[in-house]
Antibody, heavy 118, light 113 residues
Framework: EVQLVESGGGLVHPGGSLRLSCAASGFTFSTYWMHWVRQTPEKGLVWVSHISSDGSGTSYADSVKGRFTISRDNARNTLYLQMNSLGAEDTAVYYC???????????WGQGTTVTVSS | DIVLTQSPLSLPVTLGQPASISCRSSQSLAHSDGNTYLNWFQQRPGQSPRRLIYKLSNRDSGVPDRFSGSGSGTDFTLTISRVEAEDVGVYYCMQGSQWPPWTFGQGTKVEIK
């Protein structure tokens, strides 16, 4: 069974940092692009970042560029999102999602909640 | 960036009746490879999104055949032929034809009258 399990969310002060992880199982992780998508009641689903299968290619939403870094460890079947200089606008549920070759985002994790507040 | 606009944002439906959700794109989603990378997702209350339709009209495995996707260019529709109680939730369109960024519609909340 394909499974994505996020962790690392929590409460952080403005200006702080957090690293999210996404453990993948049930598929050959190293052959898939991966994404981070976040969700708030106000904005709905918003794409955050993507990484290619070998990690050589990445892209970011303008709102997080320069603050967030996506990475992956294919030996550990794990995706990461390093988030720095966090602000209230980063408060959201963060999902990792798999990108099926040629078909786009298909499978999502259960999400991890990030709250930025003093 | 491509903007996706869904309508309506709220859709009260009667059980057993059809329902349609529109998704309009600010630019054509027809890709040079001949595909249209427009997907539809369902998010039931308290759950993660689940993909229903990919590349305009292809149903994912396990998705009931009452769900169908159609459209072309900039206008797309998700149709539920006969709404069932388990279809309650929020539906999102998403484009992957021009990236980054990948973009989503605002979501349409389907509820039973």
């Amino acid at each position: 069974e394909v499974q994505l399990v996020e962790s690392g969310g929590g409460l952080v002060h403005p200006g702080g940092s957090l690293r999210l992880s996404c453990a993948a199982s049930g598929f050959t992780f190293s052959t898939y692009w991966m994404h981070w998508v976040r969700q708030t009641p106000e904005k709905g689903l918003v794409w955050v970042s993507h990484i290619s299968s070998d990690g050589s290619g990445t892209s970011y939403a303008d709102s997080v560029k320069g603050r967030f870094t996506i990475s992956r460890d294919n030996a550990r079947n794990t995706l990461y999102l390093q988030m720095n200089s966090l602000g209230a606008e980063d408060t959201a549920v963060y999902y990792c999602a798999r990108d099926y070759p040629g078909d786009g985002i298909d499978v999502w994790g259960q999400g991890t909640t990030v709250t930025v507040s003093s | 960036d491509i903007v996706l606009t869904q309508s309506p944002l709220s859709l009260p439906v009667t059980l057993g009746q059809p329902a349609s959700i529109s998704c309009r794109s600010s630019q054509s989603l027809a890709h040079s490879d001949g595909n249209t990378y427009l997907n539809w997702f369902q998010q039931r209350p308290g759950q993660s999104p689940r993909r229903l339709i990919y590349k305009l009209s292809n149903r994912d495995s396990g998705v009931p055949d009452r769900f169908s996707g159609s459209g072309s260019g900039t206008d797309f529709t998700l149709t539920i032929s006969r709404v069932e109680a388990e279809d309650v939730g929020v539906y999102y369109c998403m484009q992957g034809s021009q990236w980054p960024p990948w973009t989503f519609g605002q979501g349409t909340k389907v509820e039973i009258k």
